[in-house]
């Protein structure tokens, strides 16, 4: 009896150190936004979590960043980044919503080309993305650009050919059907969808496998069969596409769109996946991680905002808690390499 109950003592933590890691993260939702709760009644006088409006509006404000997130996180998975994302949304939602305007506005930027199906608008848009992220992923699988510079050229180029489309005027007047894409929760069951396809996809199929493999050890990748620049270009096409489709999100939202969207998006996004678990030594990270992490970022920027925080003093904090997710990251990578 006495051994068995040692064995049972020796087996509980090692259970507990088995839980998914997002376990982990999800406790520190849960325990975020108990404080901002606590902090509401003190400082406010009403409750933070029971307003489902405000929820709503947190949700909202944060799943068309969570959109690009999905494929941050798998760049990140691989050993790479994008910081060209931000600038793909405001190119995208101005090319898009060129082609998504009414007949009734007479100043269209193409007068031939409304009224156009929604289709149209949206696969030139994701098609606009998807070479985008062709051109970050050829230049870092063949040319050995390091993908921070790779990626930073595409966000310069990308923010320019935004302001050149239509020499810094707004495009606005888009068609119902357009205007649909953004309109009530749209935004978040577009998340959910991209996020649910692509959990299966990173769990389930080679796909997946691959892209852990590559992040985990590139060389060790390519030794066991894997054309690893070709994956590379696949993974940063799925980058730049989810872009486009949260560029579309974000002007078919707003019903109106301008060279300036998406600035710092990118940032936000790698925040997401970083807080989410995603390491970004590569590797390591899920879908499910970075969606929890995405609520946590809308907690605290919702949380700050109802306790009326000035927009300067909230992001000096949202600074913080990004160099805090990093060097949480970094700690946990030299824990585990001395495990090893």
Known sequence: MATQNMNFDRAAPRALRKLPSEINILLVLVGIALVFEILGWIFQGQTFLGNINRLKIMILQ??????????????????????????????????????????????????????????????????????????????IAYTKIPPFIATLGMMVAARGLAKWYTKGQPISFPTDSFAFLGSGMMPVLIFLLVAVIFHVAMKYTRYGKFTYAIGA????????????????????????????????????????????????????????????????????????????????????????????????????????????????????????????
């Open 62 to 139: 944060v799943s068309v960043i969570g959109i690009i997130a999905v494929g941050v996180t798998q760049v990140i998975i691989s050993g790479g980044i994008d910081l060209s994302s931000g600038s793909i949304v405001g190119a995208v939602a101005m090319v898009s919503m060129s082609f998504a305007q009414t007949a009734e506005y007479a100043r269209a930027v193409y007068p031939a080309l409304t009224d156009m199906p929604v289709i149209v608008p949206v696969l030139i848009g994701l098609a606009c993305g998807a070479i985008a992220g062709f051109i970050n992923g050829w230049l």
């Open 217 to 340: 050890n590139p060389q060790a990748a390519r030794v066991s069969g894997i054309d690893v620049e070709r994956h590379l270009v696949k993974l940063y096409i799925v980058a730049g596409t989810l872009a486009a489709l949260a560029g579309i999100v974000v002007a078919a939202r707003g019903q109106t769109a301008q060279a300036g969207m998406g600035m710092m998006y990118e940032l936000d996004a790698i925040a997401m996946a970083v807080i989410g678990g995603t390491s970004l030594a590569g590797g390591r990270g899920s879908i499910l991680g970075t969606s929890i992490g995405m609520v946590i970022f809308g907690v605290i920027i919702s949380g700050f905002t109802f306790l009326r925080l000035d927009a300067y003093y909230q992001e000096m904090i949202k600074g913080a808690i990004i160099v805090a997710a990093v060097v949480a990251d970094t700690y946990r990578q030299k824990k585990r390499v001395k495990k090893a």
